[in-house]
């Protein structure tokens, strides 16, 4: 069967016979972000998909299959503008892994920490994953919302770190507070609307096409036209260019203050910064499987090291162990990997150092500094000094051990030999 789905021109109502409106199943077999070698992806990012998901290519652009091109270096690719580009600096620096532009209108730059291993470009958040799935780049960090729209959910990517912990924000549908939608509150509400037909579709403005297009067939909801658009997005239903919208919330405040509202069931994708690579890098160019593990464990090291504070309180007590099994019978205080207890050594009357007293020292969660502090206190804990956590190099991240197991290898391929 055909679907209604289709894509009009910003401002009409003109719906065109594009090739976006024949999208047969059977011609492009259900895969995407639920096959199960798309693991990854999935991982809490598409919230509100309710079946299997078509790949249907972007328009007609055809993808030609990711090739190995011969080169010495590894490419990562990173955003050149926009609130990620930023913040992508940011984090690569503070895990030891900066990047030095040898002139601000050049596009390649390096990252010393990895030698002469590196080259990275920038480039827009949509040619960045455009680059990693056609292998002239190798890894990429963008947004995730960016990875799912024109990454299409194709084999040929990776997700390798699904939280960066910056540029959070949603995907979501968004209909105005006035007019037809003013009392719908759901998405089942607004399907069920009977002013959807085929001449007349629910007109979604969005930049979003590939996830806008994937979430309407999931839902198996036919009298839906997308219209194209890229910023300002809110404005077109008070232009009556649109109907409603899907775009990016982060607060809040921009659908607010535009008279729209989000409805429930209405949010497609999560979304944050992410690091993605071609799986056939990972597979068959030379070092740069070594290389992503160690740009995963510097991440990872800062990441874990931003959520942790390190407590150090004294404590009165008759002996080491006595004082440990005090501080690990508060739940709040089991730390990393239980507390280390240090004796403090003060002059006794002889002159001769004594001990009755111990220094404890666990990481706290920086969410729950507080309670610890308190549950420290509660036991006879005092002089309670609090200090950041650089990096925390864990056991292997788990992290790792899932992109393993997504590359169909077994765990420890760097110490060990590969297999697959
Ligand atoms: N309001 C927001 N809050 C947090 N992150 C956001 C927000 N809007 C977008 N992002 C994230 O930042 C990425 C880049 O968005 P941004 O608007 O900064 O750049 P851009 O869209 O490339 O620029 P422009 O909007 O000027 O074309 C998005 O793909 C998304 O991952
Ligand atoms: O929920 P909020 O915190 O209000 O953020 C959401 C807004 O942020 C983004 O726009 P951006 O600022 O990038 O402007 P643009 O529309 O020009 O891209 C997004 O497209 C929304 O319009
Ligand atoms: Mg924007």
Same mark, same amino acid.
């Given at each position: 069967m055909l679907s209604n789905l289709s894509t009009a021109a910003a401002g009409t109502r003109d719906v065109h016979s594009l090739s976006l409106r024949v999208m047969s199943r059977r011609r492009h077999p259900p895969v995407v972000l639920s096959s199960s070698s798309s693991r990854c992806h999935r991982r809490n990012h598409l919230i509100a998909t309710r079946a299997s998901v078509n790949t249907a290519p972007r328009g007609d652009v055809k993808h030609a299959e990711a090739k190995m091109i011969e080169r010495d270096v590894l490419r990562m690719g990173i955003p050149s503008k926009g609130r990620m580009a930023e913040d992508t600096l940011d984090l690569l620096s503070s895990s030891q892994l900066s990047v030095k532009k040898?002139?601000?209108?050049?596009y390649a730059a390096k990252m010393p920490a990895m030698g002469d291993k590196m080259e990275v470009w920038f480039q827009r958040a949509s040619d960045v994953v455009r680059k990693v799935r056609s292998g002239d780049f190798d890894i990429g960090i963008l947004g995730y919302d960016m990875f799912a729209e024109f990454g299409?959910?194709? %084999? %040929?990517l990776v997700v390798v770190h699904d939280a960066l912990r910056f540029g959070e924000c949603y995907l979501a549908l968004a209909v105005p507070?006035?007019?037809?939608?003013?009392g719908v509150n759901s998405l089942d509400e607004l399907l069920a609307m009977p002013c959807w037909t085929e001449e007349n579709p629910l007109r979604v403005v969005t930049g979003y096409q590939y996830l806008a297009k994937t979430f309407f067939e999931n839902v198996g909801f036919e009298n839906v036209a997308l219209v194209a658009g890229d910023g300002a997005l809110e404005a077109a239903p008070a232009m009556g260019s649109a109907d409603i919208i899907l775009d990016l919330v982060s607060t809040g405040t921009t659908l607010r203050e535009n008279n729209l509202k989000e409805i429930e069931g209405g949010r497609v994708v999560e979304s944050q910064g992410v690091l993605v690579a071609n799986r056939k890098s990972l597979l068959e160019r030379d070092g740069c499987l070594e290389t992503v593990h160690e740009m995963l464990e510097r991440l990872e090291a800062h990441l874990e090291a931003k959520k942790l504070f390190t407590v150090v309180a004294n404590m009165r007590g008759s002996s080491a162990e006595d004082v440990a099994s005090l501080v690990m019978s508060c739940d709040s205080l089991k730390g990393l990997q239980g507390p280390t207890v240090a004796p403090v050594y003060t002059p006794g009357a002889d002159g001769k150092p004594e001990v009755n007293m111990y220094a404890v020292t666990i990481c706290a969660q920086k969410a729950t500094l507080y309670d610890s502090v308190k549950a420290l206190r509660d036991i006879g804990g005092s002089g309670v000094l609090v200090s950041p956590l650089t990096y925390v190099f864990d056991e292997e991240p788990a992290r790792w051990n899932l992109l393993l197991d997504e590359l169909g290898m077994e765990h420890d391929p760097i110490r060990g030999k590969e297999k697959r």
């Amino acid at each position: 069967m055909l679907s209604n789905l289709s894509t009009a021109a910003a401002g009409t109502r003109d719906v065109h016979s594009l090739s976006l409106r024949v999208m047969s199943r059977r011609r492009h077999p259900p895969v995407v972000l639920s096959s199960s070698s798309s693991r990854c992806h999935r991982r809490n990012h598409l919230i509100a998909t309710r079946a299997s998901v078509n790949t249907a290519p972007r328009g007609d652009v055809k993808h030609a299959e990711a090739k190995m091109i011969e080169r010495d270096v590894l490419r990562m690719g990173i955003p050149s503008k926009g609130r990620m580009a930023e913040d992508t600096l940011d984090l690569l620096s503070s895990s030891q892994l900066s990047v030095k532009k040898l002139n601000p209108r050049q596009y390649a730059a390096k990252m010393p920490a990895m030698g002469d291993k590196m080259e990275v470009w920038f480039q827009r958040a949509s040619d960045v994953v455009r680059k990693v799935r056609s292998g002239d780049f190798d890894i990429g960090i963008l947004g995730y919302d960016m990875f799912a729209e024109f990454g299409e959910g194709a %084999d %040929d990517l990776v997700v390798v770190h699904d939280a960066l912990r910056f540029g959070e924000c949603y995907l979501a549908l968004a209909v105005p507070n006035y007019g037809a939608t003013a009392g719908v509150n759901s998405l089942d509400e607004l399907l069920a609307m009977p002013c959807w037909t085929e001449e007349n579709p629910l007109r979604v403005v969005t930049g979003y096409q590939y996830l806008a297009k994937t979430f309407f067939e999931n839902v198996g909801f036919e009298n839906v036209a997308l219209v194209a658009g890229d910023g300002a997005l809110e404005a077109a239903p008070a232009m009556g260019s649109a109907d409603i919208i899907l775009d990016l919330v982060s607060t809040g405040t921009t659908l607010r203050e535009n008279n729209l509202k989000e409805i429930e069931g209405g949010r497609v994708v999560e979304s944050q910064g992410v690091l993605v690579a071609n799986r056939k890098s990972l597979l068959e160019r030379d070092g740069c499987l070594e290389t992503v593990h160690e740009m995963l464990e510097r991440l990872e090291a800062h990441l874990e090291a931003k959520k942790l504070f390190t407590v150090v309180a004294n404590m009165r007590g008759s002996s080491a162990e006595d004082v440990a099994s005090l501080v690990m019978s508060c739940d709040s205080l089991k730390g990393l990997q239980g507390p280390t207890v240090a004796p403090v050594y003060t002059p006794g009357a002889d002159g001769k150092p004594e001990v009755n007293m111990y220094a404890v020292t666990i990481c706290a969660q920086k969410a729950t500094l507080y309670d610890s502090v308190k549950a420290l206190r509660d036991i006879g804990g005092s002089g309670v000094l609090v200090s950041p956590l650089t990096y925390v190099f864990d056991e292997e991240p788990a992290r790792w051990n899932l992109l393993l197991d997504e590359l169909g290898m077994e765990h420890d391929p760097i110490r060990g030999k590969e297999k697959r």
